[in-house]
Structures are given as structure tokens and as C-alpha cells.
């Protein structure tokens, strides 16, 4: 649903007003500091588990927990706090636990662990798994309600439009549209069907804040990444008025929700308790955990950017909370350019492809390919054996080749020198090189972190790594033909090389990056972003280890 060398942590965006609750008070009077000392919060969509996990789900997850990972390495000292969870009210569960013969609680309970399962076999680092249907979000959505409710921001009236259960949501004239080739109209965002729907419901008024909102996005060129859904949505807010937002449905329609306070007979519309989650994540009503908010990051999907950029937003506002320092809106994943179906058959299993070619390989395919976030970007076994098959070489088969018998025999012949005495060298030709690229690592993977440019901080540390092996290759250090001294300076070099490398590749692909540090006897103290300076780490006792694990086949049909 709704750096980085030091993420951003520009001043957020109040409205003040007068405060009904003292508990509130107190949690926002301690939630306002947004410098770099507040604990970095990342979340991710929480997902909606009316089926089973996809490919989009495992992105959302690698992206957010790459920044997780990074700021851990680079700001060590910093309480990293990470959501992530399961959406599991509304029509659409509802719908599917009918179908299924079953109730809406045993469905949830059963997909909603395949999430957890998902996190868990991806290696994802969060410190908090939230479902909606538990019993401290449920106190949080309707503490919101009845804030909102007290200042006349919500309403009872009556709705008449475009509904889609498919997005569970609204849509006016402006956003569907009725394709010859289809019997329903759709929507032109999402291409869901929706159907026409006319009931009596209770409203939040949300073009009360429409100037306020253009104001914020407006003035927060950082708020929306990549710039370009931030551009569309400041034309929107000057160009269409925003309408006010129906936030429940009758319960005869829709028992599988939160119940309206004071008000049984309606049940609180989807996005309206799944986008209070996170502040449920950080201990909303309660003091306690107020230092956490705002979030640092948001990952969301491009398909949902209206809910986190408006409606949240709105509700922030009206609750004189700070907004969220920036969405971080990624593209989809197709197949053979087409939306991933279960009709067409195109849908990869997340499952089957870390079971195919490993965590570690599935992770880095998808921040090497998939880390720039514009575009969408197209699935394919090919390429994924492809880049599995660069990583293993460029970084396992490096490390193997370095610590074999054969060069550690003929390093162990030359007179002994250390990486700091080697410094005070001049190394000329393809080590000059190498030694040159790996001084800018650093300060190049930070600037692309800071600017949320994943898959160019990834090319970063790949284009060290091959110069490396490349200078490897062409030094010989194995060859008897070279004298011991420059079989020393290679490995001393390429030792450091990983070391540097590894260090930076913690939040891409942390077992096989882990599995390194510990084979280079690196000190677990020396494994954040401040030890990737060339020389200022140690390497200690070196012992070969296989860092990736094969391609396996799959024998129950799957990829």
C-alpha cells in the first residue's frame, strides 16, 4: 500500500491547531525532531494477501530493505526502525475468503504468514510485522476517527460514482474510461473494472486541504521520488479540485472491516485503516514511541501514490503531524512487456526463483535491473541467470581465485609487507587503476545512495570489481614468469579490493557480503560505510570459501 550517506532529514510540514487529547500532545510534542539523531523509519506498502506473494511484493521489499541495511552501515549508531505487514480488511478479502468457503480471519491468517515466510526467505531486516486485523491497530484507526471526527473534518452524506473492488476504491468521471474492448468501464490509472455504486456514507473533507497540500509538494522538491510523479500530482492539485473522500461502506456491503465508532451500521473504508498502520508501527496513540515518526522513507508502488501523497498526507495534516520525508514511488515488473496475470500465465513466483538461483543472486538482479525506479521493467529468467552468473564471477570466483594454494604460496615467498606499507608505493598500470577507482568508491556509493539511485551505486562497486579481476587477470600473480613481490602487491590489493566491496555490498546481498567480511577476518566493528576509506580497515586470517551457491533446478514445474 501508503542517502544515503546521511538520509535526509529536512524540516517537516505542520498545521497547528488546538490539541483535544493530552496523550496526543505529548506523543506529537516529542515527535517533531527530525534531525539525524531521530531513529531512521522506513516502511514498506502493507501487503493486501487475497493471494499468494508475487514479484512486485519481493520489490517492494529488497528496495526498502536496502536502505534499511545501508543506513544501518552508515550511521551505525542510529536505531534503524523498519515496517512492513498485511492489509487484511476490505471487500476484497471479503470476496475471496467467500469463494474459498471460508472465513476472512482463516484466510488472512494463512496468507498473511506467506508474507512473513516471504521476508523471511528474502533475508528482509525489519524490526516490526504489523497486521491490520490486530487488536493495537484497530485502537489506533479509530483513535484517528474520532480526532478528525471531533473537528468536523468527517461527515455523513451520500456517494455516487465508480467503485473498484479490484483497487478497493473510488474513482470519478475524469479517471475511468470505456474501452471497446471491454463489457465494464476501467480505470485508466490501474485498467481495473469498476462498476457504478451509489450509498450513504461518511466523508472526510479532503478538499479542505488542497492548497495545503499543493503548498507542501510544492516547496519539497525531496517528498516524491523519482521528481516526475511529484511533477504530475502538483498539476493535478492546480488543476482538478479535490473532491471529499467517502471513508466507510455500509456493513451490509462490508462486514470485513473496523467498525465506525459510535456507528455500527458502517465499516471504515479500506485505505483509511491501512494507511493509519504506519503510525500504528511506531506506537500511535501512545507516547512512548513517539520519537520515531515521521518516516524517513516510504516504498510504495507507482499504483498507489494518490492514497500515500493525498490522503495520508491529509489526515497528517489534520492531525498536525508531520509528513513523511519522502515517498519512494518504484515502477512494476512485467513479463515479455505485459502486466504479470494468472490468466495470461506470466506471474513469476517469488519462491521459485530464490529456490532456482538463490537469495542472494534474486536480490542483486533486482537492485542491478530494477534500482532507478522510473520505468518498469520486465522480468526475465534469462537475464536473472545472466546477472547471477556476473556477481558469482566478478565477486566468488575473484575471492577464490585470490586465496588459491598457488598465489598464497608464492605471496608466502616474497618478503612480508603489509596493505599500509604497499600505500606508500607507486602503483602504476591496471593496480594504479584499481587502487583509484576504490578510493571514489565510497564517495560515489553514498552520493548515489543520497539520491536513491540504487542500481547506480550497484554499478559502482560492479565496475570495481571487474577492473579488479581485470588487473588480476593481466598481472598473473600465479605465474612463475612474475617475481613473488608482484604476486604480493596483487593479492594485497585484491584483499583489499573484496574487503572495500564487501563492505558496500552489506545492504544488496548481506548472506554472500557476511560470508566475505568473515572469510577476510574483517572485525565485525570495521563493517560500516566508515571503514571503507582505502587502508583504514584490517584484514585478518584469510580461509577460501564458496560465497553463492549454484543454480538449482526446479522439479515441481516451476521456473
Wanted: overall charge neutral; proline content about 6%; hydrophobic content about 40%.
Amino acid at each position: 500500500m501508503l542517502f544515503c550517506h546521511k538520509i535526509p532529514t529536512r524540516a517537516p510540514i505542520y498545521i497547528s491547531r488546538r490539541l483535544r487529547s493530552p496523550a496526543l500532545y505529548r506523543f506529537l510534542s516529542t515527535a517533531i525532531d527530525t534531525s539525524t539523531s531521530k531513529p531512521f523509519y522506513i516502511t514498506t506498502p502493507i501487503f493486501y494477501p487475497n493471494a499468494a506473494p508475487h514479484i512486485g511484493h519481493l520489490y517492494s521489499l529488497v528496495t526498502a530493505d536496502i536502505f534499511a541495511r545501508f543506513t544501518r552501515i552508515s550511521e551505525p549508531d542510529r536505531l534503524v526502525h523498519f515496517l512492513t505487514g498485511t492489509d487484511e480488511h476490505g471487500l476484497k478479502i471479503q470476496k475471496a475468503a467467500k469463494d474459498r468457503g471460508t472465513e476472512p480471519s482463516v484466510l488472512c491468517d494463512t496468507l498473511s504468514e506467506q508474507f512473513r515466510r516471504l521476508g523471511t526467505r528474502v533475508n528482509i531486516s525489519n524490526t516490526v510485522f504489523l497486521r491490520t486485523t490486530e487488536a493495537r491497530h484497530r485502537e489506533a484507526v479509530e483513535h484517528v476517527w474520532r480526532d478528525l471526527a471531533a473537528q468536523d473534518l468527517i461527515y455523513k452524506g451520500t456517494y455516487s460514482g465508480w467503485y473498484s473492488i479490484s483497487d478497493e476504491c473510488f474513482y470519478t468521471d475524469s479517471q475511468i474510461t470505456h474501452p471497446p474492448s471491454s463489457l465494464t468501464p476501467i480505470s485508466i490509472e490501474t485498467g481495473s473494472a469498476v462498476e457504478w455504486s451509489s450509498e450513504s456514507n461518511y466523508k472526510f473533507r479532503l478538499s479542505s486541504f488542497q492548497e495545503r497540500l499543493l503548498d507542501y509538494y510544492t516547496t519539497n522538491p525531496k517528498s516524491i521520488y523519482p521528481s516526475a510523479h511529484r511533477e504530475r500530482l502538483i498539476q493535478t492539485l492546480k488543476d482538478e479540485p479535490l473532491d471529499d473522500l467517502s471513508i466507510s461502506r455500509p456493513r451490509e456491503r462490508l462486514s470485513w472491516g473496523i467498525p465506525v465508532p459510535g456507528d455500527m451500521s458502517h465499516t471504515m473504508y479500506v485505505w483509511f485503516d491501512a494507511l493509519t498502520v504506519y503510525l500504528t508501527g511506531v506506537g500511535f496513540p501512545a507516547e512512548r514511541q513517539g520519537l520515531l515518526w515521521p518516516p524517513n522513507i516510504q516504498v510504495i508502488g507507482k499504483d498507489i501514490v494518490r492514497f500515500h501523497a493525498l490522503y495520508l498526507p491529509a489526515m497528517l495534516l489534520a492531525m498536525g503531524m508531520p509528513l513523511s520525508h519522502t515517498l519512494l514511488a518504484h515502477a512494476h515488473w512485467t513479463a515479455q512487456q505485459r502486466k504479470m496475470s494468472k490468466s495470461i500465465g506470466n506471474v513469476a513466483d517469488p519462491f521459485d526463483a530464490m529456490d532456482t538461483w538463490g537469495v542472494d543472486a534474486v536480490r542483486f538482479y533486482m537492485a542491478r535491473v530494477g534500482g532507478r525506479f522510473r520505468d518498469d521493467v520486465d522480468w526475465s529468467p534469462e537475464q536473472l541467470e545472466k546477472h547471477a552468473d556476473e556477481i558469482r564471477s566478478l565477486l566468488g570466483n575473484f575471492f577464490m581465485r585470490i586465496t588459491s594454494r598457488t598465489i598464497q604460496k608464492r605471496v608466502a615467498s616474497a618478503p612480508q609487507l603489509t596493505f599500509v606499507q604497499l600505500l606508500n608505493q607507486s602503483l602504476d598500470g591496471p593496480n594504479g587503476d584499481v587502487l583509484s577507482s576504490l578510493r571514489n568508491l565510497k564517495g560515489r556509493v553514498e552520493q548515489c545512495m543520497e539520491k536513491f539511485e540504487v542500481g547506480d551505486a550497484l554499478d559502482a562497486i560492479v565496475l570495481v570489481l571487474r577492473e579488479a579481476n581485470g588487473a588480476l587477470t593481466h598481472t598473473a600473480p600465479w605465474s612463475t614468469q612474475n617475481p613473488p613481490e608482484a604476486a604480493q602487491v596483487s593479492y594485497l590489493l585484491s584483499l583489499e579490493v573484496l574487503r572495500v566491496t564487501g563492505i558496500c555490498l552489506q545492504p544488496f546481498i548481506p548472506e554472500a557480503a557476511h560470508n566475505l567480511l568473515d572469510a577476510l577476518g574483517v572485525p565485525t566493528a570495521e563493517r560500516s560505510m566508515n571503514y571503507t576509506a582505502v587502508g583504514k580497515g584490517n584484514v585478518g586470517e584469510v580461509k577460501g570459501v564458496k560465497l553463492f551457491e549454484g543454480k538449482r533446478e526446479i522439479t515441481n514445474g516451476g521456473q
